[in-house]
T-cell receptor
């Protein structure tokens, strides 16, 4: 079963625009991670945010975490065609050890 | 440095056959994970090793699936009597003792005809 749900399921934007996607989860978490996947193969790690953190930045990426709402958002600023990919959030919990539970992903298309 | 590697990248087999999928984690990473991803879905956890032992195998769907990591490095996922429903991309990840970040390999796409 999947804990997280991403919203929207698909997103189409023009190059240079910002892309925002959201992730909701059901149980208390230890960490939340965002990954990018191109063409259905390996996942590339983007950002890890801990349950006691509220916001993290990495280059053009900004992640927020609201544990009271059990949700996170990923913002990609000034998007590029190369950002076209599927984006997944994944959570782990202290009770379940280190295994990650993924959402269904957001498919982002950045049009040149 | 080298990332997580997986072989083969693609495997086509017939229903009922036995397959082995290999994962070579990042050097020095003590934790190794297997996930399975069906088309259009997020990855789902299968099994997790800490060192040589399986710390959590709760995600293995049934007893046709088995994984080993005999020397605490390379791991092999073994699937007996494959079924068409086993077709998926099998992903391996590893992490170090000091970090919660999991680094993924490119995956093995398994197709059962």
């Amino acid at each position: 079963s999947q804990q997280g749900e991403e919203d929207p399921q698909a997103l189409s934007i023009q190059e240079g625009e910002n892309a925002t996607m959201n992730c909701s989860y059901k149980t208390s978490i230890n960490n939340l991670q965002w990954y990018r996947q191109n063409s259905g193969r390996g996942l590339v790690h983007l950002i890890l945010i801990r349950s006691n953190e509220r916001e993290k930045h990495s280059g053009r990426l900004r992640v927020t975490l609201d544990t009271s709402k059990k949700s996170s958002s990923l913002l990609i600023t000034a998007s590029r065609a190369a950002d076209t990919a599927s984006y997944f959030c994944a959570t782990d919990t202290k009770a379940a050890g280190n295994k990650l539970t993924f959402g269904g992903g957001t498919r982002v298309l950045v049009k040149p | 440095g080298a990332g997580v590697s997986q072989t083969p990248s693609n495997k086509v087999t017939e229903k009922g056959k036995y397959v082995e999928l290999r994962c070579d984690p990042i050097s020095g990473h003590t934790a190794l994970y297997w996930y399975r991803q069906s088309l259009g879905q997020g990855p789902e956890f299968l099994i997790y090793f800490q060192g040589t032992g399986a710390a959590d195998d709760s995600g293995l769907p049934n007893d046709r699936f088995f994984a080993v990591r005999p020397e605490g490095s390379v791991s092999t996922l073994k699937i007996q009597r494959t079924e068409r429903g086993d077709s998926a991309v099998y992903l391996c990840a590893s992490s170090s003792r000091t970090s919660d970040t999991q680094y993924f390999g490119p995956g093995t796409r398994l197709t059962v005809l």
